[in-house]
């Protein structure tokens, strides 16, 4: 299995612009996360889908962030307008319902400088 | 509000020495601790976890420590190696998989110098 796929690795952009992150869970994973990880704040989650339904977003910091899933292969988390403080390392993780541990696979992560 | 409290945020120890790592939690509802390893550019990936029904778990130079009562979990480290070099996050979940999420500590920067 390739795992968690995310892209792009890297994303640099100026603030005000829009910025989005993508993901691709293990295939038969029902449960989808996203996070954010600083040094300020340690590893946060945003928000996670249960058969690409969200569950619970009350991670996300305000309006300026969004997150989708039209299908069980494909999320995104879009920031706009992006600000410098969003500056982090943002991974998607995804586990199945059908484990007896909730353990979470996680992806490469984007690393996101907005200037 | 932090949910798992974690301690040290970093840590620097010699090779061969034991490496410790501490967690604490409030909510007697979690019953599944795992941990978590991150090396730098990676995303974590697991670790080591413990049910609260056994108060020991190891796995090679990996040990959980868990004591119910206090509320409290530990990560040992045996023989710590330069390539134990990395964050480790404790966690925690409720059984049941309708719940799905974990509740991370903050992590804790291990440095296992040679």
């Known amino acids: 299995d390739a795992g968690v796929i995310q892209s792009p690795r890297h994303e640099v952009t100026e603030m005000g612009q829009e910025v989005t992150l993508r993901c691709k869970p293990i295939?038969?994973?029902?449960?989808l996360f996203w996070y954010r990880q600083t040094m300020m704040r340690g590893l946060e989650l945003l928000i996670y889908?249960?058969?690409?339904?969200?569950?619970?977003d009350s991670g996300m910091p305000e309006d300026r962030f969004s997150a989708k899933m039209p299908n069980a292969s494909f999320s995104t988390l879009k920031i706009q307008p992006s600000e410098p403080r969003d500056s982090a390392v943002y991974f998607c993780?995804?586990?199945?319902?059908?484990?007896?541990?909730?353990?979470?696979?996680f992806g490469p992560g984007t690393r996101l400088t907005v200037l | 509000q932090q949910q798992v409290k974690q301690s040290p945020q970093s840590l620097i120890v010699q090779k061969g020495g034991i490496s410790i790592i501490n967690c604490a939690y409030e909510?007697?509802?979690?019953?599944?601790f795992p941990w978590y390893q991150q090396f730098p550019g990676k995303g974590p990936a697991l670790l080591i976890a413990?049910?609260?029904?056994?108060s020991e778990k190891k796995e090679g130079r990996f040990t959980i420590s868990f004591n119910k009562s206090a509320k409290q979990f530990s990560l040992h480290i045996m023989d710590s190696q330069p390539g134990d070099s990395a964050t480790y996050f404790c966690?925690?979940?409720?059984?049941?998989?309708?719940?799905?999420?974990?509740?991370f500590g903050r992590g804790t920067q291990l440095t296992v110098w040679p």
């Open positions: 295939s038969g994973h029902d449960y």
């Open positions: 993780a995804s586990r199945t319902s059908g484990s007896s541990y909730n353990e979470q696979f």
């Open positions: 966690a925690a979940s409720t059984r049941g998989s309708t719940l799905g999420r974990l509740y």
């Open positions: 413990i049910r609260p029904d056994v």
């Open positions: 909510n007697t509802a979690f019953d599944y």
């Open positions: 889908f249960n058969n690409n339904v969200p569950i619970d």
